[in-house]
């Protein structure tokens, strides 16, 4: 079967860990050689590790490795045991002293799902590095997305799982874009083709009925507050196309246009929403926008798919656990 994944993209190998409760864990995005990175940072509360780097204006023009991570700032402590791995291997920015890799990553807030086991570390870093290959990327509720849940306007008891997705578009001119997503928004999943909602808030607990977060805001003038909720929406971009930083950062801006798209409401103050773009090949005179464009379709589609591929855990349903006519009865509708 053809990989249609990130790891179809040349030089990269993906790997995931989980912790013991398995409600929590780590996704690891290694660069064979470095490349070239940006990033855009939106919604109220990100939580990220080595981010400035990746700025135009600053030194390092490669990275060696990306992260995503449950745990919450806890969890920025796989970043540690990713640079350690690397640099055992000798992979890094060349100094007088030797190397020293170059990691970037991010978190997600899962501390309520798995409130009753450690977060991810430096040793699930390692362990994540250890498993990272060229195979498909496995999808659902695996590393990072081990704790995502969706739809949280009224806590997590009402929430659906959420989980991780990836999705790779390949034009007749050979470019190709790639996304992998980790889904854990304080909105709702929807499926733009259809107009139905996936997954996202339910009505209750004990119900399969899913609530319209978007409509509910019309009657509300307060939310809930950082505390009753656990967000954030992750996501990397790859393409084969020849680019430096500052294009790379514009199509990182580009790409979430595709979680606006597939998550109602998005980039909440509530989410920390933050995407990566990564240049992973030599495809030359390439327009930005037109990588860009194609970045946010890949995100969109692997949102849809991250949450088609969840499971149910944590006491959370997932959508392949709803009637097929529940997700259509959005705000309770007929």
Not at 98 to 124: E, K, Q, T, Y
């Amino acid at each position: 079967m053809e990989n249609q994944t990130l790891t179809a993209l040349p030089g990269i190998r993906v790997g995931h860990a989980q912790t013991e409760t398995g409600l929590s864990g780590c996704t690891v995005i290694l660069l064979e050689g470095g490349c070239a990175a940006g990033v855009d940072i939106r919604g109220g509360a990100p939580g990220t590790y080595g981010t400035e780097g990746l700025n135009p204006l600053n030194l390092v023009d490669r990275v060696h490795a990306v992260f995503l991570t449950g745990g919450s700032a806890f969890g920025l402590a796989v970043g540690d045991g990713v640079r350690r791995y690397l640099k055992d291997r000798g992979v890094g920015f060349q100094t007088e002293y030797g190397v020293v890799p170059i990691v970037c990553g991010a978190v997600i807030f899962d501390l309520g799902i798995n409130r009753h086991g450690s977060p991810p570390d430096a040793a699930l870093g390692i362990r994540a590095c250890e498993s990272a290959s060229t195979s498909p990327v496995e999808e659902g509720c695996v590393g990072a997305g081990c704790g995502a849940t969706v739809g949280k306007l009224l806590g997590l008891d009402h929430a659906m799982k959420g989980g991780l997705g990836s999705h790779l578009l390949r034009t007749p001119s050979g470019l190709c874009v790639a996304a992998l997503v980790v889904v854990n928004p304080f909105g709702d999943v929807v499926d733009r083709a259809s107009g139905r909602i996936l997954a996202g808030c339910r009505t209750a607990p004990d119900k399969d009925e899913i609530l319209d977060s978007q409509q509910a805001l019309l009657e509300r003038k307060r939310l809930r507050g950082f505390s009753a909720g656990e967000n954030t929406v992750l996501g990397v971009i790859a393409t084969n196309a020849a680019m430096g930083k500052v294009g790379l950062t514009k199509v990182a801006q580009m790409a979430h246009d595709g979680l606006a798209r597939s998550i109602v409401p998005c980039h909440t103050q509530y989410d920390g929403d933050t995407v990566f773009a990564l240049s992973c090949g030599d495809l030359q005179d390439v327009e930005v926008s037109i990588v860009g464009s194609l970045a946010a379709q890949c995100l969109e589609a692997a949102v849809i798919r991250a949450v088609r591929a969840a499971r149910s855990r944590g006491g959370l349903p997932a959508a392949r656990d709803l009637t097929p006519a529940a997700p259509g009865r959005v705000g309770g509708g007929d």
